[in-house]
């Protein structure tokens, strides 16, 4: 069984930032890409940041030059939020894509998400 586990979650000013964390456990022996998605009350679960696991990363452009992303390990990836907007108000989630298990090959999995809110 594979599970995402995500922390650093919280309330900040504009301006502020804010640090979100996610590690991946179980018998893991692959994973291909981890990252960042988002979902503000009535809208849709948007991509934030992608790394793959060569150390290719992209971003939304609405939080290019703001949001780094990094995998600091095969199976652990953050999330550095510098500058925020009010508008970066969500829960973020955590994905694994592309994860290899003994028994399984090419699945996805969520982190259960963790609130940012960013007030003005």
């Known amino acids: 069984q594979v599970q995402l586990v995500e922390s650093g979650g919280g309330l900040v000013q504009a301006g502020g930032s804010l640090r979100l964390s996610c590690a991946a456990s179980g018998s893991i022996i692959s994973i291909g890409s981890m990252g960042w998605y988002r979902q503000a009350p009535g809208k849709q679960r948007e991509l934030v940041a992608v790394i793959i696991s060569g150390g290719t990363s992209n971003y939304a452009d609405s939080v290019k030059g703001r949001f780094t992303i990094s995998r600091d390990n095969a199976n652990t990836v953050y999330l550095q939020m510098n500058s925020l907007k009010p508008e970066d108000t969500a829960v973020y989630y955590c994905?694994?894509?592309?994860?290899?298990?003994?028994?399984?090959?090419?699945?996805?999995?969520w982190g259960q998400g963790t609130q940012v809110t960013v007030s003005s």
């Open positions: 994905n694994a894509k592309g994860v290899v298990t003994p028994l399984t090959y090419g699945e996805d999995y």
